[in-house]
T-cell receptor, first 111, second 116 residues
Framework: AQTVTQSQPEMSVQEAETVTLSCTYDTSESDYYLFWYKQPPSRQMILVIR??????QNATENRFSVNFQKAAKSFSLKISDSQLGDAAMYFCAYKGGKLIFGQGTELSVKP | DSGVTQTPKHLITATGQRVTLRCSPR?????VYWYQQSLDQGLQFLIQ???????AKGNILERFSAQQFPDLHSELNLSSLELGDSALYFCASSTPLADTNTGELFFGEGSRLTVL
């Protein structure tokens, strides 16, 4: 069975600085998708970024980028120029046949 | 606004009772997924429906059941409720092209269930 592990329950970053959230996953599938979702205090699940496993190029979305290491089964999220509005719970997710989430990393942003 | 509608937003009930949570997917989406998020927990996959048929099952208790109707809305039925069933229940939908190994899920705002 597929598993997703986020080893950092909490992270903190200074406003305008850069932070990296870690995620590893385990699968025997070769074709899958990886996502980072953000859950602010409103509890809404918001897609931050997605990565197709067959693409070697790391995905980027404005201040958000990933470091996808397929052989190592690692999928970290880098947030540059952190803003107060980035404070939220971040979930890494794997999608093969179904979407499986990690346990989340609570990110706080200090002004 | 994701386009996925969940009702009710909040629900308080007693142990032993039964409740029904409702989800309307985005227009055109054929798949509906249900997730449970307990306090300070990640999202646990419960079940997926595709065009009216069960497609995948996760850690869904026997006391829980779901279905997807011809108009594609879905209902999650929770019975013989226990205190531990208190959680935020999310519904999500995805586009037909995203129903293989691709694509994102669009989440509703969730239904918060409190069992007293």
């Amino acid at each position: 069975a597929q598993t997703v592990t986020q080893s950092q329950p909490e992270m903190s970053v200074q406003e305008a600085e850069t932070v990296t959230l870690s995620c590893t996953y385990d699968t025997s599938e070769s074709d899958y998708y990886l996502f980072w979702y953000k859950q602010p205090p409103s509890r809404q699940m918001i897609l931050v970024i997605r990565q197709e496993a067959y693409k070697q190029q790391n995905a980027t979305e404005n201040r958000f980028s990933v470091n996808f290491q397929k052989a190592a089964k690692s999928f970290s999220l880098k947030i540059s120029d952190s803003q107060l509005g980035d404070a939220a719970m971040y979930f890494c997710a794997y999608k093969g046949g179904k979407l499986i989430f990690g346990q989340g990393t609570e990110l706080s942003v200090k002004p | 606004d994701s386009g996925v509608t969940q009702t009710p937003k909040h629900l308080i009930t007693a142990t032993g009772q039964r409740v029904t949570l409702r989800c309307s997917p985005r227009s055109g989406d054929l798949s509906v997924y249900w997730y449970q998020q307990s306090l300070d927990q990640g999202l646990q996959f419960l079940i997926q429906y595709y065009n009216g048929e069960e497609r995948a099952k996760g850690n869904i208790l026997e006391r829980f059941s779901a279905q997807q109707f011809p108009d594609l809305h879905s209902e999650l039925n929770l019975s013989s409720l226990e205190l531990g069933d208190s959680a935020l229940y999310f519904c999500a939908s995805s586009t037909p092209l995203a129903d293989t190994n691709t694509g994102e899920l669009f989440f509703g705002e969730g239904s918060r269930l409190t069992v007293l």
